[in-house]
């Protein structure tokens, strides 16, 4: 039993680690390929068009949660490891830290129960 909550602890490290790094890995390349605009946070930023989406849904979208009166503080869409929408309602911005409380307990708990599941799959 105790091999396989070591081998459990491992494979949710594993998991967690990977998100991590595909979250991170376009900041940590450093320059972009080709001479694009940067974002604050050092995203590539290119239009939807050149990444396969419509600029115009993605603007309906946004019209549509605030006619809903939708809460959110930014909203940021990446597409291929570029930055296509960075959208902030007032007073919130693009470069203003935003205190993400249980987001990290919540994507942690996730991968846990992924790799708990592909445990049990395993056995």
């Known amino acids: 039993m105790r091999t396989r909550l ?15 790094l595909l979250i991170f890995l376009p900041r940590l390349a450093g320059q972009p390929e080709s001479p694009q ?11 939807p068009e050149e990444q ?10 946004l019209q549509a949660m605030a006619d809903r009166g939708t809460p959110f503080h930014t909203i940021l869409v990446l597409r291929n490891g570029r930055l296509v929408l960075d959208a902030s309602r007032y007073p919130f911005s693009s470069g203003r830290l935003h205190n993400l409380a249980s987001v990290t307990k919540s994507i942690t708990s ?9 445990f049990w799959q395993v056995q």
């Open 37 to 47: 605009a940067q974002s604050a946070a050092g995203w590539s930023v290119t239009t």
């Open 52 to 61: 396969g989406l419509d600029s115009r849904k993605l603007a309906q979208g």
């Open 6 to 20: 070591t081998l459990l602890i491992t494979l949710a490290a594993a998991i967690l680690a990977g998100a991590l």
């Open 110 to 118: 996730a991968l846990i129960g992924i790799a708990i599941v592909l």
